[in-house]
């Protein structure tokens, strides 16, 4: 397949990238100081149709293939990790599952609010006794005769404090094995938002609990059908992950350009660091890595758009792109010296944000399982 760039991502690359260094670059470090989310940044991301990238344009998205979405959140992560956090779930955990299994009524009253960046999407999974093991979910949806009652506590949620729309797992009362997606809005009695997670990294992401208490919601919020629940829930993480490969890219590449811009300028031994054959070294790693991150993602991109099965490309993207960001970030901060420690410089926060993008939608672990079932029922 021809990696080449078409003149279409690379407008979008610039597009972004433009606007990434001039909106958000100058607050990105007290935002994360802070852990402060930036909603007026967000205003001004609303018309760029950063909130629908791949939605058709007839419901209000800008219509991108995957390769530009991947483009995207590469670039707007590369400055801001957590806003890209914001994005990739939004448009694909969030709204990509709608679009996917819901009815048109659904995708009618859903998408073009949640498009618009009126509404930003959550996609709520995660308990305290079910991480990696979807099928341990305790949250449960009783059947009523006009709906279902959800009851349960969802934890590490993405956009938690200031999602409008919320697609919920659930296992259905009284036959635990079969699970359900609903789509909750915000303001449905019995919903609640818990406290901001105090985290590492991605600072700027209001990540927090949701709370279902007797959370009434009608037949027509139910997402596809009775029982298909994680049919849903492990296509969404498909597509989700070739989001999070393309964050870890991003963070990666930030990481490796300041690198090279210090190596080039600090003075050691009365020559610049960049000298030293061992900083050559790291940076040729860190080039290898990245190139071979993004030539994955992209693949996995491509997959997607032309229909071909992706799970498993998806799956070796995110866990060579969040390695390799883990990787390069702890490169980059060795060559950073002292000042790599210090939040003067921003490979500290790129050091703090890789990490978690080893571990949400799927840590190295599970993807390994993952790669590994398909080669396994491959046939030979
Ligand atoms: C910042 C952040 C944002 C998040 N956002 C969301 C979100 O929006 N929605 C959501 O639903 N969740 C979200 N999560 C939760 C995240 O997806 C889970 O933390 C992740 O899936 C791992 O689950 P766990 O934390 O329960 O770890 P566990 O599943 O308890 O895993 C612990 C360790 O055991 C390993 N392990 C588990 N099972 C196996 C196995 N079978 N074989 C080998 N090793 C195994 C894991 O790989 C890991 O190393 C978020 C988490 C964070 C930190």
């Given amino acids: 397949m021809d990696f080449n760039p078409c003149m279409k991502h690379q407008?979008?690359?610039?597009?972004?990238?433009?606007?990434?260094e001039n909106e958000i670059k100058p607050w990105v470090a007290e935002l994360d100081r802070e852990s402060r989310f930036p909603f007026d940044i967000v205003e001004k991301m609303k018309p760029l149709n950063f909130f629908?990238?791949?939605?058709?344009?007839?419901?209000?998205?800008?219509?991108?293939?995957?390769?530009?979405?991947?483009?995207?959140?590469?670039?707007?992560?590369?400055?801001?990790?957590?806003?890209?956090?914001?994005?990739?779930?939004?448009?694909?955990?969030?709204?990509?599952?709608i679009l996917e299994f819901g009815s048109l009524e659904q995708i009618n009253r859903f998408v073009p609010t949640m498009a618009a960046g009126d509404s930003i999407g959550a996609f709520c999974l995660t308990e305290a006794n079910a991480g990696s093991d979807a099928g341990g979910v305790e949250t449960s949806a009783r059947k009523t005769p006009d709906g279902y009652v959800i009851n349960g506590t969802k934890i590490f949620v993405t956009n938690g404090g200031v999602c409008g729309t919320i697609l919920?797992?659930?296992?259905?009362?009284?036959?635990?094995?079969?699970?359900?997606?609903?789509?909750?809005?915000?303001?449905?009695?019995?919903?609640?938002?818990?406290?901001?997670?105090?985290?590492?990294?991605?600072?700027?992401?209001?990540?927090?609990?949701?709370?279902?208490?007797?959370?009434?919601?009608?037949l027509k919020n139910l997402l596809g059908k009775s029982g298909q629940g994680l049919k849903i829930g492990l296509k969404a993480l498909d597509a989700g992950r070739i989001g999070i490969a393309a964050q870890a890219l991003g963070i990666a590449q930030a990481a490796f350009e300041d690198s090279v811009s210090y190596a080039k300028e600090r003075q050691q031994f009365n020559k610049p660091i960049s000298r030293f054959q061992t900083i050559q070294n790291y940076l040729a790693d860190m080039a290898?890595?990245?190139d071979a991150s993004r030539l994955l993602v992209y693949r996995a991109a491509a997959y997607k758009d032309r229909g071909t099965p992706f799970s498993a490309e998806a799956s070796m993207a995110k866990l060579h792109c969040s390695e390799t960001a883990r990787k390069v970030t702890d490169m980059a901060v060795q060559i950073h010296g002292g000042?790599?420690?210090?939040?003067?410089?921003?490979?500290?926060?790129?050091?703090?944000?890789a990490k978690v993008t080893q571990i949400y939608e799927g840590t190295s672990e599970v993807q390994k399982m993952v790669i590994a079932r398909s080669i396994l029922t491959r046939p030979s």
């Fill in 11 to 20: 407008l979008i690359r610039k597009i972004v990238r433009e606007f990434a």
């Fill in 52 to 97: 629908g990238l791949q939605v058709p344009k007839s419901l209000g998205g800008a219509g991108l293939d995957t390769i530009s979405y991947a483009i995207a959140i590469e670039e707007l992560s590369r400055v801001s990790a957590a806003l890209g956090l914001c994005v990739t779930v939004h448009n694909s955990v969030g709204i990509y599952p």
């Fill in 168 to 218: 919920v797992f659930a296992m259905a009362e009284g036959n635990p094995g079969s699970a359900n997606v609903f789509i909750v809005e915000k303001d449905r009695p019995g919903f609640m938002v818990g406290e901001i997670e105090d985290l590492c990294g991605m600072r700027a992401n209001p990540v927090s609990s949701l709370f279902f208490e007797d959370c009434k919601v009608p």
């Fill in 288 to 290: 290898t890595q990245i």
């Fill in 339 to 353: 000042y790599g420690y210090s939040k003067e410089y921003d490979v500290e926060r790129y050091f703090r944000d």
